[in-house]
């Protein structure tokens, strides 16, 4: 259904929430990176699985090594995946120099590499969780290479 008004709403609303949050990421830099590293659903996952997330390239290895057991509950999936982009992209940020946290104008977080290319994250977490594939500790590499 295309409903013009309705679709300039929507648009609308998309600018002001990745404005709101490009504003904050500005503002508070380290307020909103840790507010992102806090992950808490894929770190219980990890613990229930005797894994403790320490912020290193090591544990996203680890984290693909998990049995994914959450594929069975399609609604937990997506929330995962999230978790699983913010916490990649968390390790990226903290362990790959000249890298940052960005957001895109529809209000996505994203990360920048010091080459310029930004990387979804996010998306890249959702399809780890959902599928297994990118695997987190090769998405890493790929970012630790530029």
């Keep these: 259904m295309n409903i013009p008004f309705l679709d300039n709403w929507l648009n609308r609303r998309e600018t002001e929430q ?28 990890a613990r229930a699985a005797g894994l403790e997330l320490d912020g290193s390239p090591a544990s996203l290895e680890a984290l693909d090594q998990l049995m994914p057991r959450w594929r069975r509950d399609p609604e937990v999936v997506p929330w995962l995946g999230n978790d699983a982009g913010f916490y990649l992209g968390t390790v990226i940020v903290r362990t790959v120099v000249g890298t940052a946290w960005k957001v895109w104008p529809n209000g996505q977080p994203v990360i920048r590499l010091a080459s310029g290319r930004e990387l979804n994250v996010i998306e890249s977490g959702v399809s780890w969780a959902m599928t297994g594939s990118p695997e987190l500790s090769q998405a890493y590499a790929e970012a630790s290479e530029g």
């Design 18 to 45: 990745g404005a709101g949050l490009a504003a904050a990421l500005v503002d508070d830099p380290e307020g909103v990176a840790e507010l992102f590293s806090e992950c808490e659903m894929l770190r219980v996952h």
